[in-house]
């Protein structure tokens, strides 16, 4: 994890003089019994290095915690309330604005933080300086360009995707007897009301055995690709 976490000082910076801020933004839940906690916080810094570094950005070091309760009393989750996730990110953009560093690309590991999206069509009131990425289309999009055989719906949480991401940039941290985690429940029309306990006993929807680190590489450089229109529309780098 400290690999994700950028190093760079002060002078760095002032060099870069880069006008948009990447902000990975993860969470602290269960993903079942052989994925760190840290997960979508890791794959959030995993997406967020790739972009600030191929495009040269001021990349932030990530969110640990946010808005995971639809994982409630499943071992080892920790949220925070959306009002509370808001005022953070709010804050931390201000701050940005204040320091000359008007842009913001909100890098979102966690499905979960539906308050992000308000954030961000707030932020843009008087102008595009805010933008939440992946979005649904990007994902979809690497999805395709890594050859995943399950699809969104099918790949909910702790599946082919993320563990793809892990297996390629932070290996060390998936443990013995993930292939065997499989668990398909693609259909989840009450996932609000009963969480996720609803619909996972063992805390995985989806198939981490298809996953491999050849795809989770091709996933990251399908978002670099993807992430260049965000960065347009906030106006470059």
């Known amino acids: 994890m400290d690999a994700l976490i950028t190093a760079a000082t002060s002078a ?3 060099r870069r003089g880069a006008k948009i801020a990447v902000l990975p933004v993860g ?3 269960q993903h079942g019994d052989h994925l760190p906690l840290t997960t979508d916080t890791v794959v959030a810094s995993l997406i967020a290095q790739r972009v600030a570094t191929d495009h040269d950005l001021f990349l932030l070091p990530p969110i640990t915690v946010s808005c995971s309760h639809e994982h409630a009393h499943m071992a080892g989750t ?3 309330s959306a009002t509370t996730l808001y005022a953070v990110i709010n804050d931390i953009w201000k701050s940005l604005k204040s320091s ?6 909100i890098v979102n590991g966690h499905g979960g933080n539906y308050v992000l999206g308000n954030v961000v069509q707030e932020a843009n009131t008087a102008g595009p300086q805010v933008a939440l990425f992946p979005v649904r289309e990007d994902w979809h999009q690497a999805r395709e360009d890594a050859g995943l055989e399950s699809s969104g719906a099918e790949d909910m949480h702790g599946g082919e995707l993320e563990v793809s991401l892990l297996l390629h940039g932070a290996p060390h941290l998936v443990r013995d007897g993930i292939d065997g985690d499989d668990h398909s429940a693609p259909e989840r029309p009450h996932l609000l009301t009963l969480g996720m306990a609803g619909y996972t006993t063992n805390g995985i929807i989806g198939s981490p055995s298809l996953a491999t680190a050849t795809k989770g590489k091709a996933i990251l450089d399908s978002l670099s690709k993807s992430a ?3 960065l347009a529309v906030l106006g470059g780098r």
């Open 78 to 80: 920790v949220s925070i």
């Open 27 to 29: 969470s602290f839940e």
């Open 100 to 105: 000359g560093v008007p842009g913001l690309l």
């Open 228 to 230: 260049v229109g965000h």
């Open 12 to 14: 760095d910076e002032r």
